[in-house]
Nanobody, 114 residues
């Protein structure tokens, strides 16, 4: 059974930082393209960042320079370091694994507000 479990969401002030983590089981993690997506109220889910098995990263323009995605193949985990947070970063963030098909976590809420 495939499981992706996110943690680390919460409330941050504008300009602040948060770190999201996602641990996985049931997949060959080292072969998967891992990613983070987000969905704000009333909006479609959008790509935030991805990282390939070889460590190549890709970011949405809106988060480039502020967010960093990383993976630990030994721990079957992927992280998203978020800094210089803005109110428009408020959304539910989803961990994603792409391995022939897409697998999703349950999501974790990130709220950026003063």
């Amino acid at each position: 059974q495939v499981q992706l479990v996110e943690s680390g969401g919460g409330l941050a002030q504008p300009g602040g930082s948060l770190r999201l983590s996602c641990t996985t089981s049931g997949i060959i993690f080292r072969s998967a393209v891992m990613g983070w997506y987000r969905q704000a109220p009333g909006k479609q889910r959008e790509l935030v960042a991805t990282i390939t098995s070889g460590g190549t990263t890709n970011y949405a323009d809106s988060v480039t320079g502020r967010f960093t995605i990383s993976r630990d193949n030994a721990k079957n985990a992927v992280c998203l370091e978020m800094s210089s947070l803005k109110p428009e970063d408020t959304a539910v963030y989803y961990c994603n694994a792409r391995l022939g098909r897409y697998y999703w976590g349950q999501g974790t809420q990130v709220t950026v507000s003063s």
